[in-house]
């Protein structure tokens, strides 16, 4: 039965994307995967904006996040933590788990990070030895200024290390441009590919972190994937089906082009948020990102609103997490996800808020909606017209 | 185009396996989902044969290995590494890696483990935490007796953790019966699923050690999977097309029967060992496992006729690693490989040993598997008879 997920991750993978992980498997100690490994790599500097190289996990993305803590750190260092949302805080938690001192310079859920305040507290502490934050928070829909603290933390000693998870595809991220010291991200998002992979990148200032690092590894050994990277091949066995995957949804990518995807996103966003306003409700997100849109519900509702979704239209969307359960709801637009489907989306999410009892306007999102497409379609529209 | 995948892992995928990876995705945080995963560990459950849960990670087998170490160890804890093997070593290079004091108690690769010797260290050595061994040590297609350890190891203090990574499916493995305290695997073996997942299982006398344990870890602490387990989910992402893949392959493993498999693996490897000595090559595994069968080779053509065979007739098996490269060649029976596929492996390998100059009788290895099929199927045989 066809569903529509309208989750921030897993997105939808499209059928030529999924349908590489049933062909034949093959052994991925052979040139044939030699092969695809490389190229797949080469994409995927391409996507993170670096000259660097970007190694591939058979982990879901918190595992590159502990690769992106044990590898560069020891402990008893001093770190500062940004966050603004749940995955924010698992850096904070991975940390601590290591002995790493951690010092938060965190804001409120929903809230985007004041880099101004990284200044400061790296100013004041010269030893910290690196900046943990996030580019788009996925439970919240916040995007935060990388570029900012990017231009920040580089004039400094400290590393800057960024959740992409989410973001990075659906939104623009330069890694290099940006001065970013290690990107991470996973298979399930904006990359279209079922879960179970991640990436991370390291820069040279990175790097010299890792000749001291003292945290105990040897899964997440980043060491072991450099020396297995020049053979185009991972230390531990590949996750050969989801890694050919990848090479397709990367060449979808590619021949779409990275920059039309960001275009695209916006768009979609944009929409999104006009969507929800026309419903009269709010965005929970002070500078709303362009991967997922969340909205407060009043009244606690947002989970009973994702359940009937689910149950009558088979529509799934992300709900609040942690404090913020029943508050919020959240739209994913990132990956294989088109203008039909928020339509769909906004169009049953009417039509369930209406059966909460919620007063709104039947079709008004969608009118919102389709305005923001309409405009967006100004000069294919007046071609249209005159071919009539 | 074809090809014939006798490498010890990945194995070839059933195609029914393989197609629900190529289903719509879904998310994970679904009453969907958990259905699947409480039917999925249900039946790992019956594979490992253990009444404790089996959690899934999405890791490669390495992962969980990481995993039996790190969950249950503290740094200056003494251990016992009993290998035989590249696999056992990696115990060996995990667990230094934690600051944990390891005690060799290894035989040269080929040789099997001799339970004996890991009975005196224990005597010698009280404050032993610890023992952890291989059950079939795929880099040389030696099986070691942990029946026998078992029952060592629990008379004392100290944990007995098998890895059954490539054993488990395809020989007869009970963890409860053989009274190991944690047991992993993973996914591209003998569950004929691609790679990404790995599990593990562990006993109460496991969990005690799992209270003190001192090494830090985040995505591999074993207590997150245990308080999702109970939800029929996992802590983080699930690597849902594997997991939904891998209930397929249950089935098939069920429907078939876990002893059935097991007996037609023991076939397979008794007629592999005929084929080796009918080419007048010797085994080189003390005590041959049965999910792989290892042979010398004169004159260090190993990686010649690993090279041959897969240019010339894509015919994929496997070679000796480490030390042993060039010495040996392995073929790998466990998961989707029938008859057949042992047949062609070894006409095959009868052709690039004749090309490679070795003095062998063309048919003969054939006819030595076609003599062990013959005897197995007596019974079938006469009635065939009678039917004509």
Redesign the interface.
């Known amino acids: 039965m066809r ?1 529509y ?1 309208l ?1 921030p ?5 499209p ?1 030529e994307v ?2 590489k ?8 100690r ?1 040139s044939k995967f030699a092969a695809i490994y490389k190229n797949v790599v080469e994409e995927l500097k391409y996507i993170f904006k670096t000259k660097n190289d970007v190694y591939i996990l ?6 590159a996040m ?1 690769t992106a803590v ?1 590898n560069l750190l020891s402990p008893g260092d001093e770190i500062i933590v940004a966050s603004c949302g749940k995955f924010g805080e698992r850096w904070t ?2 940390a601590r ?3 790493v001192n951690v010092i938060s310079v965190s804001v409120e859920w929903g809230k985007a990070i004041v880099p101004a305040a990284i200044e400061k507290t790296l100013k004041k502490n010269p030893d910290i030895k690196a900046v943990y934050t996030t580019f788009t928070e996925t439970s919240t829909g916040v995007v935060n200024d990388i570029k900012r603290i990017g231009e920040i933390v580089s004039k400094t000693n400290a590393v800057l290390i960024v959740d992409a998870i989410s973001g990075i595809v659906g939104q623009e991220f330069r890694t290099d441009d940006w001065k970013v010291d290690a990107a991470v991200s ?1 298979s ?1 998002k904006g990359f279209m590919v ?4 991640s990436f991370i990148t390291l820069s040279d200032k990175a790097w010299e972190l890792v000749k001291t690092s003292r ?7 980043i060491t072991k994937y450099k020396n297995y990277y020049i053979k185009n091949e991972t230390p ?7 890694i050919t995957s990848l090479q397709e949804s990367l060449r979808l990518i590619k021949k779409k082009g990275l920059t039309d995807i960001w275009e695209e996103c916006k768009l979609l966003a944009k929409a999104a948020r006009a969507g929800i306003k026309a419903l009269g409700l709010e965005l929970f997100s002070e500078i709303p990102c362009e991967v997922v849109t969340s909205a407060s519900v009043p009244g606690e509702i947002g989970e009973n609103i994702i359940k009937t979704l ?1 149950e009558q239209y088979e529509v ?1 969307i992300g709900g609040g997490q942690g404090a913020l359960k029943g508050k919020i709801i959240r739209f994913s637009h990132m990956g294989d996800i088109g203008k039909a489907d928020l339509i769909v989306g906004f169009a049953c999410l009417e039509m369930v808020l209406i059966k909460l009892g919620i007063k709104i306007e039947k079709g008004k999102a969608v009118a919102a909606i389709e305005e923001e497409f309409l405009n967006s379609e100004a000069n294919t529209l007046q071609k249209l017209k005159i071919e009539v």
């Open positions: 569903h997920l989750t991750g897993p997105t939808p993978i059928l999924a349908f992980e049933a062909l034949p498997i093959f052994h991925h052979t058979a982990a879901s993305g918190t595992g502990e044990i938690d991975i788990r290591c002995g996973s399930q079922a879960p179970g992979l945290i105990p590894k040897f899964y997440f050994d531990f066995t590949s996750p050969v089906t989801l689910k799934y």
